[in-house]
């Protein structure tokens, strides 16, 4: 099979690692890839939501299989775009239709989705331009804190959660009347705080039946002890040890069952991963967000520890045998810490020359995925915030950290910075 992955970050680099092992995988091409995935497969300048250019690419070369990596081009139609032309109507492409991706396109479409299905999630309203002032009383008589989301996609910078009324107030104007976010913040979701502890799971389906193929705890702050600005995740931890099999049933009774009843139901047409994003509050599982795919820093762990034949697994999800698949995970413990630019996720500078790879890359049990590089005079140099991370396997969480951790520590860049503390709540 020839395989075309979407993306260039640490998530392609693992999916081209774990699609590489399999041997249906005859030619793997990432689009646009960075200097990791070069090293599995081919790598092609096309951008993300060049669909023109993708199809091209995909024509040329006898594309069967295409995973998309992240949300935009999804949500942009990429699925419909290779669906509804003749010439790439066969291609297998992973990822649900522009209708579908609303779930994690639209706050306000998937809490209606929610609300319709029954699924547990914080109590919200909506509010746009047009009904402002009630917004303003709405937020006044809300308890504390307040959770503000920006409706459409905002780059991970759309949810607010505010500690006072006033900051709720000064949040909610900028969305709404300053258009803080462009089009994603005409409209503003306004929910419950829900306390708990997060953790994502993923599923894929073929918007009839599924297969949960992992799980993970994601620490999303700069800071350690879970503190400062939020980033796109620092590291992951799988499995998560309050995801025990009692857990686990309600998860999937409460919310993955008629997550993917209700896709079935509305008739929307989804092919791809469903990335559920749960607070654990006391016990009771609910959604904090859906997400049309897979999950960065997540992928990371969730990958190396899925013993599945990923290539194998997709094929089923486009013929109609997903539920015969078995899914396989191995028994040990995985762990993802992140190296990040300094400054990040604000100001950063970029192209410094990153030391150590080939010598991390030799330490039993880990595997370095990279993220935010690129080439530059024969070097490998920093091109992002999050730049690449370290994934490790131990007997324990606390063990696998450890080992990503030292495995962090023989590479070098200018400014690199990496959390110690994933995994802290866990003490095995
Ligand atoms: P999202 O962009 O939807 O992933 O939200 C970003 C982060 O905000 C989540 O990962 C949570 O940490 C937090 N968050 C979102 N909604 C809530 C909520 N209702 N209660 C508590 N925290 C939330
Ligand atoms: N790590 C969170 C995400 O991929 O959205």
Redesign the pocket.
């Known amino acids: 099979m020839n395989i075309l992955i979407v993306g260039g970050g640490g998530r392609e680099h693992a999916l081209a690692w774990k699609m590489a092992q399999s041997h249906h995988c005859d030619n793997l091409f990432i689009a646009p890839g960075n200097p990791g995935t070069a090293s599995i497969g081919t790598n092609v300048a096309i951008e993300v939501n060049d669909f023109v250019g993708l199809k091209n690419c995909a024509l040329e070369n006898a594309i069967d299989l295409i995973v998309v990596g992240p949300e935009d081009p999804l949500v942009n139609g990429i699925f419909d775009y290779f669906s509804k032309d003749e010439a790439t109507a066969h291609i297998n492409v992973i990822g649900p239709s522009a209708e579908a991706a609303q779930l994690e396109g639209s706050?306000a479409f998937s809490k209606h989705f929610m609300q319709r299905h029954g699924i547990p999630?914080?109590a919200?309203a909506e509010f746009t331009h047009a009904n402002y002032e009630e917004g303003v009383e709405y937020i006044k008589a809300h308890a504390l804190?307040i959770?503000l989301?920006a409706d459409g996609l905002?780059a991970?910078?759309?949810?607010i959660?505010a500690f006072t009324h006033q900051e709720a107030l000064a949040s909610f104007e900028e969305m709404i009347q300053n258009k803080q976010f462009g089009e994603a913040s005409s409209k503003v979701v306004i929910?419950?705080?829900?306390?708990?502890i997060?953790v994502s799971v993923f599923a894929l389906t073929d918007g009839q039946s599924y297969q949960i193929i992992g799980h993970a705890k994601?620490y999303?702050r700069i800071g350690e002890g879970d503190t400062g600005l939020?980033t796109g995740g620092m590291g992951c931890v799988s499995p998560v040890p309050f995801m025990d099999k009692n857990f686990m049933q309600k998860v999937e009774a409460r919310i993955i069952k008629p997550t993917i009843q209700g896709i079935q139901s509305e008739n929307l047409v989804y092919k791809g991963f469903v990335f559920f994003?749960l607070?654990n509050c006391e016990g009771e599982p609910?959604v904090?967000?859906y997400?049309c795919r897979l999950g960065d820093p997540e992928t990371e762990v969730i990958l190396p520890r899925l013993q599945t034949d990923l290539v194998s697994l997709l094929a089923a999800a486009d013929n109609g045998t997903l539920q015969d698949v078995n899914i396989e995970y191995q028994t040990a413990a995985f762990a993802t810490v992140m190296a990040v630019s300094g400054g990040y996720p604000g100001n950063y500078q970029k192209d410094f020359t990153i030391q150590g790879l080939s010598e991390s890359a030799n330490v039993p049990g880990v595997i370095v995925f990279q993220a935010g590089t690129g080439f530059k005079d024969n070097a490998i140099v920093t091109k992002g915030g999050r730049v690449l991370t370290a994934t490790a396997q131990g007997n324990t969480l606390k063990e696998a950290v450890e080992i990503a951790q030292n495995a962090l520590s023989n590479i070098q860049f200018e400014g690199m910075y990496f959390r110690r503390d994933i995994g802290y709540e866990f003490e095995s």
């Open positions: 706050k999630t914080a919200y804190p959770v989301k905002a991970g910078k759309g949810v959660i929910e419950q705080f829900l306390e708990g997060e994601d999303k939020n994003g607070m609910y904090i967000e997400n």
